[in-house]
């Protein structure tokens, strides 16, 4: 099979990565390709479909122009520093540039053993493997950015986790997989040349407007600074926790990465965690702003070689950007909440009016996506306000706040192209990753997968889909996988 790869990457200096092939599989089935991203990426869907398509998504075949390599990168993982990571079962075959222009990496997840695989397999189980895929899925219908899933197969072989379990590989696409901890590699080797170019790389490929800045490095913290900002207002929007915000898992381009122990809110809390790793909730939902910035400082400091021959200089001027991010990202998050609350003009109460519901719905543990579904119709007359009323223990909570909100006249047709009526529960993850693990039945999967592709659409037959869990279906804790 050809494909158009243009890989730029591999043009870089070679201790940027280490060139691998993918460790064969015993018989690869692929059980799903996402035939629309293929087409954009300009991609043959029929023979990816095809059991020759199978082979290449499992990484038994190589196809003509593939440069294969896992990349290195370093990390602060739960705030301590490892100075060695990277790919360790994960696989780069090459860029592409899709119909729209533009350039995507195409890289197989699972894959087998990389110099950085560190005594670990190389595989990945189908479990997190589907769970990726629902999740990247539906976070690009939701309009955040985020890496995508081209693919999923499974391999025919066990995996060794606490458990035996099915092998499987993914097929991710991303904007780039360059990370905060990539910068952080080379700055742990004190390797000022390879974060120059790094740095003039990151920029060319991600924010081009920037390439003739006088400060090339200065400018790509500022963009980044944006680009977290606005991410993680996008996040807590529909009440994502990534529970895993290494600076390893913080992407240059500003996409969301790593899908491991994510989940989504169903009562709302801001203190909520569900990640069973992250003991003392340092990604807790709330928490995600404040290590966005902690992960910023971080490739502040990589890049302050470049930011000024004063060392002094640069640590203020690399201070004063990173102390930027709060007033980046209160400005991203009022515009999400007043897009949930259907604000088309901007007020100075709009954030308390906002908060204040917040508050009120923690109290009432109300769930978040159900709730703000429901005060679309609310926003179309105080006929609907008895719904929204019936989900907090006590109704006049809410009623003393929907008084002062309509008296804001809330826009209903804003409001439903902000609040998905659908979104990745954790409890119909759970349910489609025991179905296909435990009986080879991928029709949960399937349907999550159908559902989560309109998440702002009504949709008649779905309803399930949208309701929270019982208490015996609600998941308390998500595990990474790997």
Aim: negative net charge; aromatic residues 8%.
């Amino acid at each position: 099979m050809m494909i158009a790869f243009d890989n730029t990457y591999a043009r870089l200096p070679e201790h940027f990565y280490s060139r691998t092939k993918p460790t064969p599989v015993a018989s690869p089935r692929l059980v799903k390709l996402n035939r629309a991203l293929a087409e954009l990426l300009g991609l043959d869907v029929a023979l990816l479909s095809s059991e020759m398509g199978a082979r290449i998504l499992a990484g038994n075949a190589i196809p003509e122009g593939a440069d294969p390599m896992a990349l290195a990168y370093a990390g602060h993982q739960f705030g301590s520093f490892v100075p060695q990571l990277g790919d360790g079962r994960a696989i780069l075959l090459g860029e592409v540039v899709g119909r729209d222009g533009r350039r995507r990496d195409i890289q197989l997840k699972g894959s087998g053993p990389t110099r950085f695989s560190r005594r670990g397999d190389g595989r990945a189980a189908l479990g997190p493997v589907l769970r990726e895929y629902i999740v990247s899925e539906a976070m690009a219908a939701m309009g955040i950015p985020t890496t995508r899933a081209l693919a999923a197969v499974t391999t025919g072989e066990p995996v060794y986790r606490e458990d035996v379990v099915l092998g499987a590989v993914l097929t991710r696409v991303a904007a780039s997989h360059i990370r905060v901890g990539t910068f952080e590699y080379f700055a742990a080797r004190e390797d000022r040349d390879a974060i120059a170019t790094l740095t003039r790389y990151a920029i060319e490929r991600h924010y081009p407007g920037a390439v003739d800045a006088p400060n090339p490095a200065l400018a790509l913290l500022e963009h980044v600074v944006d680009a977290q900002a606005w991410l993680v207002a996008k996040w807590l929007g529909v009440g994502f926790v990534h529970g895993v915000m290494n600076t390893d898992n913080t992407a240059i381009s500003g996409e969301t990465i790593d899908y491991g122990p994510c989940a989504f809110l169903d009562e709302y809390h801001p203190q909520k965690k569900f990640s069973s790793i992250d003991h003392a909730g340092r990604y807790a939902f709330m928490s995600q702003p404040r290590i966005a910035q902690w992960n910023l400082a971080r490739l502040a400091e990589c890049l302050l070689p470049l930011l000024g021959d004063d060392n002094d200089e640069a640590i203020r001027i690399a201070t004063d950007r990173v102390n930027a991010f709060p007033a980046r990202f209160e400005t991203a998050f009022a515009a999400t909440l007043r897009a949930k609350l259907g604000l088309a003009d901007g007020h100075d109460d709009d954030l308390p009016l906002a908060f204040d519901l917040l508050g009120r719905m923690a109290t009432h543990e109300v769930d978040y996506t159900l709730f703000f579904r429901r005060l679309c119709d609310a926003a179309e007359g105080p006929s609907g306000d008895e719904r929204c009323a019936a989900m907090f223990g006590d109704p006049g909570a809410f009623h003393e706040w929907a008084e002062r909100w309509h008296a804001r006249r809330p826009n209903a047709s804003l409001m439903r192209a902000a609040n998905p009526a659908f979104i990745p529960r954790n409890h119909r993850i759970e349910e489609a990753i025991r179905a296909a693990t435990s009986r080879d039945d991928f029709g949960p999967f399937e349907r999550l997968v159908e559902v989560l592709a309109r998440p702002f659409e009504e949709q008649v037959g779905a309803e399930d889909l949208a309701e929270p869990p019982a208490p015996e279906q609600r998941v308390r804790q998500t595990f990474c996988g790997t």
